[in-house]
C-alpha cells in the first residue's frame, strides 16, 4: 500500500518570489501599500480554503434538467454547490469590477490579474464566465453600445445578488475559429431582432447575458456581412428566452463549467454595434479573454511548482527526500525558468492593456500590443501544457491518480491552447500584426528598449542571443512576406521565436533590477538557462520548408 504526505500549499503570494518582485518594481509604493493586504488575503484562502475546495468538489459536474416533474420544458443546469460559492467570492473581491473602478488608473489591471493569477488554480475554472464577463463589459463600454447602462454596472457589481455573468457564443458546428462561416440568422422584429440558428460550444451557460454572432437576413455572406447582438437567457419570469440546451458537453477537463449545445429558435436580441462588421467589433472582447487565457496559463504554471516543490521535500526515494537529488532539482530549476519567463510575458501584456484603458499608451505601445496580445496568449498556452506534463512526472504515480487531483493539472491546461484561439490561429494573427508597416518597427522599439535596461555584463550574452534570434526571425519574415504559402507554414515557428525572445529580454529586464535592488542572482541564473534554447530557429530558417511541409502532411505509409 502506497503510503505518502500529500504537498500541501502555504500563503500562495507569501511564497511567490516572483510576483511580489514585479509588484514591486512595476506599481508605485502608494498602489502596493493599498493592495498587498488583499492580495495576501487572495493567496492565504488560495492556498486554503479555495485549494480544499477545489480539491474536495474535482469530480462535480453540472446536471442538465430538460423537463420539470410534470413534463414542462424547463432547460435549467443545475451547477455544483462549489460554482455558486465561487461565484459569490469573485463577484465580492472585485474580480471584474477593479479595473473598471479605476482606482489605481493604468495599474487597474495589474492589480486584478494579480487577484486573479492567485484566484484562478483554486477556482475550478470558475475564470471562465469571469474572463467573458469582463470581455462582455469591455466591449459594450467600447462600443457605448444601446445596453451598456442596463448591462455594464450589473457585470462589474460587487453585490453577488445583483452581479451578472456574460457568455461568449461565437463557435457553430460549420466552424470554429472560422466565425466568417457562422450560420445563426438574424430576423427584424419590431425595433429588436429574432436569432435563429445553433451554437455548438458555449460555455458558462447559466450566466445571465451573452454576446453572439448572427447574420442579418438580407446581410452578405462572409465576415462582413456578420453582426454582434446582446441578448438576454431568461425573461422576468425565469423563461428561457427562445433557447433549448440540447446537451452538456463532454469534456477532457474543466468538469466543473457548464458547456452547452444550444438551439436558438426565436431568440430576443439587440444589435450592439451596428448592422454589419461584428468581427471587428468583438476586437475589445478577444484583447480582454486572451489576456486572461495567459494569466491563467502562467497561474496553473505557479501551481504546479509550488506543489511538486512542497512534494519534493516530503518525498524519500533512494534514502534522500527528492530536494536533495541533483536530477529532481535540475528539473525543478528548469520548469521554474520557463515558468518566470511566461509569467513576465502575461504581464507585460497586462501592463499594456492597462494603459492603453487609461489612456497613458502611446502610439507604439498601442501597435505593439496588437502583436504582444496573440504572442504572449499562443506561448503561455503551449507552455502551460508542456509545463504540467512535466510536474505530473515528478509526482511518479501519483501524479497519474485522479484522487489525488494532480491530473486535472493536466486536463485543464489542454483546453487554454484552444480557447480564443487555437495556436495556428493566433500565429496568423501575428502574421496580420506584423503586416502593418509600423508594428515591427514598434516591436523592435520595444527589444531594443529592454536589452539597454540590462545593462550587467553578466546579462550580456543572454540579451544577445535574444535580439539575435530576434532579427534572424525578423530578417526571414521580411523575406518570405511577400511569398506564396511559406510565410502561412511556418507562422507557428515565427511567432514562438519572437515570444521567446521577447521573453527572454523581460527576464534580463527583471534580472537587472534583482541585481540592482539587492545584488540577487536568480534572475541571471533564468536569463542564462533560457538563452539556450532557441531551437524554433532551425525550423524557421530551413530552406523550402512549405514544399516539404505539403509532401509530409499528405504522405501515406
Known amino acids: 500500500m502506497f503510503l505518502q504526505d500529500p504537498p500541501r500549499l502555504g500563503n500562495q503570494f507569501a511564497d511567490d518570489c516572483l510576483l511580489r518582485e514585479y509588484l514591486e518594481r512595476t506599481l508605485s509604493a502608494d498602489v502596493l501599500r493599498e493592495i498587498v493586504p488583499e492580495l495576501s488575503d487572495m493567496g492565504e484562502r488560495a492556498g486554503g480554503e479555495l485549494y480544499e475546495l477545489s480539491l474536495s468538489s474535482r469530480n462535480a459536474r453540472p446536471e442538465l434538467v430538460s423537463f420539470d416533474p410534470w413534463g414542462r420544458r424547463v432547460d435549467r443546469i443545475r451547477v455544483p454547490d462549489a460554482w455558486e460559492r465561487l461565484a459569490r467570492f469573485s463577484a465580492e473581491r472585485g474580480l471584474v469590477a477593479i479595473p473598471y473602478e479605476r482606482r489605481h488608473g493604468a495599474a487597474s489591471r495589474v492589480h486584478q490579474f ?17 474572463a467573458m464577463t469582463d470581455g462582455a463589459a469591455r466591449t459594450l463600454s467600447a462600443h457605448r453600445a444601446p445596453m451598456l447602462e442596463r448591462a455594464v454596472p450589473r457585470l462589474v457589481n460587487r453585490d453577488p445578488a445583483l452581479a451578472w455573468t456574460s457568455g461568449q457564443w461565437m463557435t457553430e458546428r460549420s466552424g470554429g475559429s472560422d466565425v466568417s462561416a457562422t450560420e445563426t440568422v438574424a430576423r427584424r422584429e419590431g425595433d429588436g431582432f429574432r436569432l435563429h440558428g445553433a451554437k455548438w460550444f458555449t460555455s458558462a451557460t447559466t450566466s ?205 491546461a489542454q483546453v487554454l491552447t484552444i480557447w480564443e484561439g487555437t495556436t495556428n490561429v493566433l500565429s ?13 518597427p514598434a516591436f523592435v522599439d520595444e527589444l531594443e528598449r529592454l536589452a539597454s535596461a540590462a545593462r550587467s555584463s553578466a546579462l550580456r550574452p543572454a540579451c544577445d542571443t535574444a535580439l539575435n534570434a530576434a532579427a ?36 534580463c529586464e527583471h534580472a537587472e533590477w534583482l541585481l540592482k535592488r539587492s545584488g540577487d542572482g536568480r534572475g541571471l541564473a533564468v536569463a542564462c538557462r533560457l538563452a539556450l534554447d532557441f531551437s524554433e530557429l532551425d525550423v524557421l530558417e530551413q530552406p523550402t520548408y512549405y514544399a516539404r511541409a505539403v509532401a509530409l502532411a499528405g504522405a501515406k505509409c
Not at 477532457?252 to 429558435?265: C, F, K, R, S, Y
Not at 496568423?428 to 515591427?440: I, P
Request: hydrophobic content about 45%; overall charge negative; some cysteine.
Open 472 to 507: 534572424r526571425a525578423v530578417a526571414w519574415y521580411e523575406r518570405a512576406r511577400n511569398g506564396t504559402g511559406e510565410l502561412e507554414a511556418r507562422a507557428r515557428s515565427l511567432s514562438l521565436v519572437l515570444a521567446k525572445a521577447y521573453a527572454l529580454l523581460l527576464v
Open 208 to 412: 445571465e447575458m451573452a454576446l453572439t454572432l448572427a447574420r442579418p437576413e438580407g446581410n452578405p455572406s462572409g465576415a462582413r456581412g456578420l453582426a454582434l447582438f446582446y441578448l438576454e437567457l431568461r425573461d422576468a419570469s425565469g423563461a428561457l428566452n427562445g433557447i433549448r440546451i440540447e446537451r452538456l458537453k463532454e469534456k477532457l477537463g474543466t468538469w466543473a463549467l457548464p458547456t452547452a449545445e444550444l438551439t436558438l429558435d426565436g431568440v430576443r436580441a439587440e444589435l450592439v454595434a451596428g448592422l454589419d462588421n461584428g468581427v471587428r467589433a468583438i476586437v475589445p472582447m478577444l484583447q480582454t479573454t486572451r489576456t486572461w487565457n495567459a494569466v491563467i496559463a502562467v497561474s496553473s504554471m505557479r501551481r504546479g511548482i509550488a506543489l511538486a516543490r512542497d512534494y519534493a521535500e516530503r518525498r524519500r526515494a533512494f534514502g534522500a527526500p527528492l530536494a536533495e537529488k541533483p536530477l529532481h532539482l535540475e528539473t525543478l530549476a528548469r520548469l521554474e525558468a520557463e515558468f518566470e519567463s511566461q509569467f513576465l510575458l502575461a504581464f507585460r501584456s497586462v501592463e499594456l492593456l492597462g494603459r492603453l484603458e487609461a489612456g497613458e499608451a502611446t502610439e507604439g505601445e498601442e501597435r505593439l500590443l496588437r502583436l504582444l496580445q496573440p504572442l504572449a496568449k499562443l506561448s503561455t498556452a503551449k507552455a502551460a501544457v508542456a509545463h504540467a506534463s512535466e510536474v505530473l512526472e515528478l509526482f511518479g504515480g501519483a501524479g497519474y491518480v485522479e484522487d489525488t487531483g494532480l491530473p486535472g493539472l493536466l486536463r485543464d
Open 114 to 130: 494579480a487577484l486573479v493569477y492567485l484566484f484562478a488554480p483554486s477556482s475550478l475554472f470558475y475564470t471562465c464566465p469571469l
Open 428 to 440: 496568423l494573427d501575428v502574421e496580420r500584426a506584423l503586416a502593418d508597416d509600423e508594428t515591427l
